[in-house]
């Protein structure tokens, strides 16, 4: 039996039937209208080849990191790097002939499978940056450091022409050492809360919580990512209305920050359960919009934003 604060979201066998059957089915000639705002309950490397040309604005992909882990009913193993690059190369393949020549592309991954990730990207895509965000969560290690950092590689389909909204993304961040001009606060604020300054964004996050079962957004999933993360990457690199395409849906973080935000989704998921959960997260969100850690249009630092 859960603890009594734990609102981890899990679903009766007769509540996931009825969500699945909320999935979309793949018709032949379906149009961006149509695709957008749905899940397919499918296999990514059969439907991508068939989705329209130049539709989607960005791209979030957060593939199987090349770690042996299962997902669901299936698993995922562990191969050499050549064949991992291989994998890499046939999944951006299939999904390259869908971004609108002013796309842009995200794609998650840890320190190995970064090496493997950005080489590829870089040979049909522009890389931008390589993003590193902590994770406070973690085992440690007898005769290594700990794993608590993963990476997102930023790219765009063109060298010059791309979305991003720096102010969008604006971290505020508790000010510990105050500095004044002329007796005014110099980049700060002060309120009754206390002193904060809005920092622009960089290449390192340290303001992400993962989620965890006292959260609502958390899910049985085994490396479910944060709303705060992906409404990051959509702020930034989208506008209002544009469509946010992912493929390797899991239980739909991206689709629901997506929806939040007020940007279309596709989202493409293979494990019947995760489907389910992505649906009953939706269907939640368009009763919640909230995203923890995202208020009054800017992110909190952790463990900063004044309670009350």
């Known amino acids: 039996m859960a603890a009594p604060l734990n ?50 604005d960005l791209l979030v992909v957060d593939p199987p990191y090349n770690l042996s882990k299962r997902y669901g009913q299936s698993s995922f193993a562990r191969m050499g790097q050549p064949e991992y690059e291989d994998y890499t190369r046939r999944w951006l393949a299939a999904v390259r002939h869908t971004l609108k020549p002013t796309a842009t592309v995200y794609v998650c991954c840890d320190w190995r499978s970064s090496l493997v990730i950005g080489r590829v990207l870089e040979e049909s895509l522009t890389l931008r940056n390589r993003i590193t965000w902590q994770r406070e969560k973690g085992r440690g290690a007898a005769a290594n450091y700990k794993n608590a950092m993963e990476d997102i590689w930023f790219a765009t389909a063109d060298a010059k022409t791309y979305t991003f909204h720096a102010d969008a993304v604006r971290l505020r961040r508790r000010v510990l050492a105050p500095y004044r001009a002329e007796g005014q606060p110099k980049d700060w604020q002060q309120t009754p809360q206390g002193r904060f300054r809005d ?107 004044p309670r009350g």
């Open 7 to 56: 609102r981890t979201l899990t679903l009766t066998p007769a509540r996931q039937q009825e969500l699945l059957a909320r999935c979309a089915r793949w018709r032949e000639g379906m149009t961006p209208a149509q695709l957008a705002g749905q899940v397919f309950c499918a296999d990514s490397f059969e439907l991508l080849p068939r989705l329209p040309d130049a539709f989607v």
């Open 199 to 305: 920092t622009a964004p960089s290449n390192f996050w340290d303001d992400i919580t993962v989620p965890y079962w006292s959260m609502p957004e958390n899910t049985p999933h085994p490396a479910q990512k944060p709303e705060k993360l992906l409404a990051k990457l959509i702020l930034a690199s989208s506008d209002p209305g544009d469509l946010v395409l992912d493929p390797f849906g899991g239980v739909g973080s991206t689709a629901v920050a997506a929806q939040k935000l007020g940007r279309r989704f596709l989202l493409l998921e293979r494990e019947p359960q995760y489907c389910a959960l992505a649906q009953a997260r939706l269907e939640r969100a368009q009763g919640d919009p909230a995203i923890q850690g995202y208020e009054d249009g800017v992110f909190w630092e952790r463990n900063s934003r």
